[in-house]
């Protein structure tokens, strides 16, 4: 027996519960008595005993699954979670929805699958009276492009579940007074997390950005950076990530708190990093590639915290034997050389590396530990200076013109060929 309280009418109620929806559920879809109670619960504001036809819920299940191509696992979740469907007719409420949607947004048919699955209750909804009010109000206040609308629907299903007027619009107002965010702004961060429109402000997001500027002394400007450079901190918990990850990587290199705010500001995705499967075995590879001290360690990190994001296998490890073969470095003398200037590392391989010692190779120069910092540090008018490159080349205005607009990997590949 399932017993409800209808609070809205402050009487205690007992409904017999339809032994043919349950008989249904059990049947096709061997769901479990908990399943089953969970959704005759949901299913109680539209429907009362008898419950269910079985023979149209049985042929709205089949239309449905063959128009979405639903797995049987992936039907039982739509049913389960919007059970209503089963008192749907598929030709009169189900088809024109799809159909609708699928049209407004442009979806393929994955996609219409998709938005389906994540909002099974957009089956029901009417899509002059709903749908087409909400998309027509969010579009309009970020200024989305369709292609924008659609990113945004298929990432959160807030976009029909929260309500514009009563949730969605209260919420972007607050966000964006709080950062002082101009439109583009707000625009970029929904974009780059949709879900902020299920966010509750007052519940979720406010307390994040207080704990979050309150534990690093950030700054109005400072705070809105973090939050532009990463949007999904917004989504964060506080206390179960950002504040243990930031506790983690102060003790690991003692930071100050100064050094600490330092290194989010120069690398605000560091607190969408996971302390322990990202960033301290990072910071190990490196120390131990390098023969790093804790206090060089330290120094490397503030003087390029872009490091703590970077993969040591794909990316600095790669890099520091490029560096230790093609400039003749001894590994004391590269280590010297990286805790005197950091930056090293955040040079390309692919982009400034490899095709600046290409070039260099290409001109006859001598690649050795001198032609280091030139090739890493020097800006691109710079370096091809440097290798008098123009006059070695013999080129004309309108030539040089050219090759100094080309790509790094480009450009290497013209001098080779022009050297032939």
Known sequence: ??????????????????????????????????????????????????????????????????????????????????????????????????????????LSEPELKKVVLKLPSVLGYSYEGNIV??????????????????????????????????????????????????????????????????????????????????????SEPELKKVVLKLPSVLSFSYEANIAPSLAALQSRLSLSEPELKRVVLGLPTVLGCSYEANIAPSLGALQSRLSLSEPELKKVVLGIPPVLGCSFEANIGPTLDFMETAFGLAPEELRKRVVAN?????????????????????????????????????TDPKFMAWLRIRERLGLADEDWAALCALPA??????????LR
């Open 409 to 418: 990997v480009e450009r290497a590949d013209n001098v080779h060929n022009r």
């Open 133 to 218: 009010p909400s998309l027509a109000a969010l579009q309009s206040r970020l200024s989305l492009s369709e292609p924008e609308l659609k990113k945004v629907v298929l990432s959160t299903s807030a976009v029909f579940s929260c309500g514009y007027e009563a949730n969605i619009a209260p919420s972007l107002a607050a966000l964006q007074s709080r950062l002082s965010l101009s439109e583009p702004e707000l625009k970029k961060v929904v974009l780059m997390l949709p879900s902020v429109l299920s966010c509750s402000y007052e519940a979720n997001i406010a307390p994040s950005l207080v704990a979050l500027q309150s534990r690093l002394s950030l």
């Open 342 to 378: 950091p930056t090293l590392l955040s040079r390309s391989l692919e982009l400034r590396y490899h095709p600046r010692v290409a070039i260099a190779s290409a001109l006859g120069v001598v690649v050795a530990r001198k032609t280091l910092n030139p090739t890493a540090m020097y």
């Open 1 to 106: 027996m399932l017993s409800t309280v209808l609070f809205g009418l402050g009487l205690a109620c007992t409904l017999q519960p339809s032994g043919r929806t349950a008989t249904f559920l059990r049947v096709r879809f061997a769901c479990t008595d908990d399943e089953v109670l969970r959704a005759e619960r949901r299913l109680l504001p539209y429907q009362v005993h008898p419950g269910i036809d079985p023979a149209r819920a049985g042929n709205t299940c089949d239309l449905l699954q063959s128009r979405l191509s639903l797995s049987e696992l992936e039907l039982k979740k739509v049913v389960l979670r919007h059970p209503a469907v089963l008192n749907y007719s598929y030709e009169a409420t189900i088809v024109p929805s799809l159909a609708a949607l699928q049209s407004r947004l442009s």
